[in-house]
Every structure is written in structure tokens, then in C-alpha cells.
């Protein structure tokens, strides 16, 4: 990275004191943010509103960070397109836009190059941990595909690549940027960040009142399973988890979603069943089922669609809210846990089709 700040990154009053830097009035630093935030700007000449004087200074003073298109691929259905996308250092990152027959439009964004939680089925852990993306190169994410799409995201959900919650300011300060009136405005109940169970930072994350959802990634009712599934359950185990998420719901009085994926034979029985909802007792949750996502060399199955309607209805019953994730993209590996760093070979790089702020 070129060293000079990237604005990319930077609220509106950081916006505006830079502006003050350059001897701009505050209401420059504001139309700074609009274009930076609200319209994803991808360079300074396009500024049109400002002085061509404070453009030039731009270029030479700041960065902006634009992550690069280096392939798309959209799913048979047309619902679901995966972007693998460059940053300024070379590293990839693979975000995916989902539209929905409702009208939702759902923006997928990764928040490291990596991961370093290495959960059993997961594609993204097999190659490890590369860095902590910037906040910029987190909301960059959605105006690439916004700008390419030509239409914005209703939600935004920190479900890509990496374990948000390992790089909480990056994660709070992207989902303030992406809320901001002055950035595209996305309501905060709208945009939900995914967490592996980093019990501190749930923590931390209640102190904040950020007010966006949380999910929390469950995937077994006890330490032994879950400590082979999730490794980071030996640091952090269940009953420490479940007190940060009861001290979450309680600090900001909304429901948490646990995401529990089925892998067939592996933790997708009744009974399974039974002591998820035992442990989930009481406390004001939901629980979203994601049948797995095949990942090539990995020894799981996904169970058969009885089995999960049956763990459905064995939460139902004993009170715990439970629904399904549809599936979507998984025959361009685009669905949850099927994201990885590597890009297919052999496939032709594709051209932002409509690269300009709108
Ligand atoms: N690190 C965050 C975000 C990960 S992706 C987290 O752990 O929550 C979002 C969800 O997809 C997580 O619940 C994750 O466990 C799940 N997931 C990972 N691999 C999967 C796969 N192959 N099939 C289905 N879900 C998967």
C-alpha cells in the first residue's frame, strides 16, 4: 500500500478534518464522504462538485482504496454471483451478491484474507491466515459490486472469508460506514456480522451497542464435538460462549441467531436435536440450519433433506425457532464455507462493466 491515509476508510468527521488539512471549509469534507461513501467513488477526477484544486491535492496526498475485479462467476439460476477480488497488495478475497425473488439484495463481504479459525469444514480455513482486511477494503467489497451490478444491497451480511470478530474495529467501523446517511445508507438491522465465537470480543461488541444482528457459528450442543468441529472452542468453550451471547442479548435486547451446520452422520441427529435445544433454553435465539456446502477433499456429506426437516421440527417442538438456509451458488462454490483465496485457474478475467460513480 502506498503509506499515504486512505479515505476509503475514514468517517465524515475524519473526512472533514483532512479536509481542514488541505484548508478546505468542513461542508467539503462532507461532499468528500458522499462521494467516497455514498457513491463508491472509484478516483478524485471524478469529484465533479470539487474544486479541481483540492482534486489535484487528493491524488497526491490520499490513497482510495478500488479492490479489482478478477473474475465473476454467476450461478445457473442467475441469483447469485461470486467476485474474486484484488487488492492493492496483490491479495484476493471473494465476496458474492445474492438476489432474491423477494426483491432483497444481499452483499456477502469477507473481512480477511483467510482465516486462521481452520474449522474442519470450512473451504476458507485450508489455506490458513493471511491478514486482516482494512476497513475500506471491507466496504470497497460491496461498491465493486454494487457499481458492477448496478443496484444496491438491501443487507450486507460479514459472512465471506475470515473471522470478523478477529478483526472487530475494521468490522465496526466498515458496518458504521456502510449505516452512515452519508454512505449508502444500509439499515443497521440489515447488515449482520457472523462470528465463530470469539467470546471477548461478543462482549466487547455489546458494549458497543453497534445495533447490527449478530450470528453466532454453533454447530454442535457440547465441547467435545464442537472442539473437533471449531478448534477456537478449546479457547473459548460453550458455557463461556453462552454467557457472552446471554450478555449480548441482554445489552442490546434482540434476538442472536445461531448458525448450525449439518454434517450428516457428524452432529445431525434428534438427539443432536434435543441437546441444542436444551442448551438454548430460555434465552431469546433463533437457530438457522445450513445443511453443508460440499468443499472438494473434505470427508463430510450433507445430510438428506428429511434429516434436516426432522431437526428442524425437533427444535420447533421444543420451542427454539429454527429455519433453513436456502441454499444458493453452491455450483459455483459461492455458498457459506465454500469461499477460498485461490481463484480457479484458466478463467478469463472480467472488466468492471460500469467502473464510474453513479
Ligand atoms: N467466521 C465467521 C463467518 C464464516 S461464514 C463464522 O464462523 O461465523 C458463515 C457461516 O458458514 C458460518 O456459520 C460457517 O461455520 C458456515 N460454514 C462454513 N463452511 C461451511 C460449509 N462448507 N457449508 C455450510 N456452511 C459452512
Redesign the pocket.
Same mark, same amino acid.
Given at each position: 500500500m502506498s503509506g499515504r491515509p486512505d479515505l476509503r476508510g475514514m468517517d465524515v468527521d475524519e473526512l472533514v478534518r483532512w479536509a481542514a488539512e488541505l484548508r478546505q471549509p468542513p461542508y467539503r469534507g462532507r461532499q468528500l464522504a458522499r462521494w467516497v461513501h455514498g457513491h463508491g467513488a472509484r478516483a478524485f477526477d471524478g469529484m465533479t462538485d470539487l474544486p479541481a484544486s483540492m482534486r489535484q491535492q487528493l491524488a497526491q496526498r490520499a490513497a482510495l482504496t478500488c479492490l479489482r475485479v478478477l473474475h465473476r462467476t454467476t450461478s445457473a439460476d442467475g441469483s447469485t454471483t461470486k467476485y474474486l477480488l484484488q487488492c492493492e497488495d496483490g491479495s484476493t478475497v471473494e465476496s458474492v451478491w445474492m438476489r432474491y425473488a423477494d426483491g432483497r439484495r444481499s452483499a456477502c463481504v469477507s473481512t480477511q484474507v483467510g482465516?486462521a *479459525?481452520a474449522?474442519t469444514?470450512? =473451504?476458507t480455513g485450508l489455506a490458513g491466515f493471511g491478514r486482516n482486511l482494512t476497513a475500506g477494503e471491507i466496504t470497497d467489497q460491496v461498491h465493486v459490486m454494487r457499481l458492477d451490478q448496478g443496484e444496491d444491497p438491501t443487507h450486507v451480511v460479514f *459472512?465471506?472469508m475470515? #473471522?470478523?470478530l478477529a478483526n472487530l474495529d475494521a468490522t465496526v467501523r466498515a458496518v458504521r460506514l456502510l449505516n452512515a446517511p452519508y454512505g449508502l445508507g444500509i439499515g443497521i438491522r440489515r447488515i449482520t456480522v +457472523?462470528?465463530?465465537g470469539l467470546a471477548p470480543q461478543i462482549r466487547r461488541l455489546a458494549k458497543l451497542r453497534l445495533g447490527c444482528k449478530l450470528?453466532v +457459528?454453533l454447530?454442535a450442543p457440547d465441547d467435545d464435538l464442537r472442539s473437533q468441529l471449531v478448534p477456537i472452542n478449546r479457547r473459548y468453550p460453550i458455557a463461556e460462549l453462552m454467557d457472552a451471547c446471554r450478555e449480548y442479548v441482554e445489552a442490546v435486547g434482540r434476538r442472536l441467531t445461531f #448458525?448450525y451446520?449439518l454434517l450428516d452422520g457428524v452432529n445431525d441427529s434428534p438427539d443432536h436435536a434435543a441437546r441444542l435445544a436444551a442448551l438454548l433454553r430460555g434465552m431469546l435465539a433463533h437457530v438457522n440450519l445450513?445443511p453443508?456446502?460440499p468443499?472438494p477433499n473434505l470427508p463430510y456429506r450433507r445430510p438428506r433433506a428429511e434429516r434436516v426437516r426432522q431437526f428442524a421440527r425437533v427444535l420447533r417442538s421444543a420451542g427454539i425457532p429454527a429455519t433453513v438456509r436456502v441454499e444458493r451458488g453452491t455450483d459455483i462454490l459461492a =455458498?457459506?464455507?465454500?469461499l477460498r483465496e485461490a481463484h480457479t485457474p484458466g478463467r478469463r478475467p472480467v472488466r468492471l462493466a460500469a467502473a464510474g460513480a453513479r
Open positions: 482465516c *479459525m474449522c469444514f470450512c =473451504a *459472512m465471506g475470515g #473471522e470478523p +457472523s462470528t465463530v450470528a +457459528s454447530h #448458525e451446520v445450513i453443508w456446502n468443499v =455458498a457459506c464455507g465454500q
